[in-house]
């Protein structure tokens, strides 16, 4: 089975299968796991640099009349058909987060093979759990999707074990810091789980912009930091947009020192496999307790 990922995510999928052999394409945002997909070739390419523009370049770039959503993204339609791809994996949830399905239908139409594509959509939690069995079954894997579903699924209990009767903090997730835009989809069922109460967003809501009266109003008891795309080097970047903030100094998250940088992309943007471990994280986060493997500087640390 020949394989073109779109979508990050899908990638963690696949990989999440044991099938990573499989992948011949993939984006130039897929970055996981590094040493199997390295030597992939990338299909995609976009129109702005993240590294050298600021939060509210880039999103004035994705909302202007220049760019609109996924014509941010450009797919080298030459390079996917040289492929031959059997299966090409793609989403379409988010206008700004990935080649849409709209292009690549377009694109696939135009091959000269029985190409089959699967559009990905997960809001929550249980959704993106359900994604492995979705493309495992197209994938001819059904039985190993299932089991690596339950398998996840068991660590989500054993994250609910370890924090279950603790005092549940009050938590906003940030996901992009100019404009200010609450984290949605699972992220608030991430926080549920780990013991958190979520504000400002609710599970599977596609959010919008927030208003830092908002933020303020709220009194979170702990901020997490997780801006779509930026690793966490890449958050701390811009963090004055935050900490310049009128009053912020005076949100009990900030005067207990519960302000956390996370790895938004690898843990909490994508709708793979590791929001698990980002559920993990979190437990940490919130609660200091261990779930799963020890918690990591690059996975989280405090402002």
């Known amino acids: 089975m020949r394989i073109v990922s779109l979508l990050p995510a899908a990638t963690d999928i696949v990989a999440g299968l044991g099938l990573s052999a499989w992948l011949v394409g993939r984006t130039h945002e897929c970055d996981w796991p590094p ?38 993204y450009t797919l080298d339609t030459e390079t996917l058909a040289a492929l031959r791809p059997d299966v090409v994996l793609t989403q379409d949830l988010c206008d700004v987060c990935a080649v849409s399905y709209e292009k690549v239908s377009r694109s696939v139409r135009l091959l000269d093979a029985d190409t089959r594509v699967l559009s990905l959509e997960p809001r929550t939690l249980d959704d993106v759990l359900d994604c492995l069995v979705t493309v495992g079954e197209l994938l001819g894997v059904r039985e190993r999707g299932e089991r ?5 699924r068991a660590r989500l209990g054993q994250v609910c074990a370890s924090v279950a009767g603790l005092d549940r903090p009050r938590v906003v997730a940030i996901e992009w810091l100019d404009p200010l835009w609450p984290a949605g989809h699972w992220v608030p069922e991430q926080i549920t789980t780990a013991g958190g109460i979520p504000l400002l967003a609710t599970p599977g809501e596609h959010t919008k912009p927030m208003t830092w009266e908002a933020v303020r109003a709220a009194r979170p008891d702990v901020v997490l930091v997780l801006p779509c795309g930026f690793p966490p080097e890449r958050t701390l970047r811009e963090t004055e947009l935050l900490t310049g903030l009128p009053g912020w100094a005076e949100l009990p998250a900030v005067r207990s020192g519960r302000v956390w940088v996370l790895d938004g992309p690898s843990y909490f943007n994508r709708p793979g496999p590791r929001v698990v471990r980002g559920t993990e994280v979190l437990a940490h986060v919130l609660h200091g307790v261990r779930a799963g493997e020890p918690v990591t500087a690059s996975e989280a640390r405090t402002l």
């Open 35 to 72: 040493r199997e997909i390295a030597s992939v070739p990338v299909v995609t390419g976009a129109d702005l640099d993240q590294d050298t523009l600021t939060s509210r370049e880039i999103s004035d770039a994705v909302g202007g009349s220049a760019h609109s959503g996924s014509s941010l």
């Open 148 to 152: 690596r579903r339950t398998e996840l």
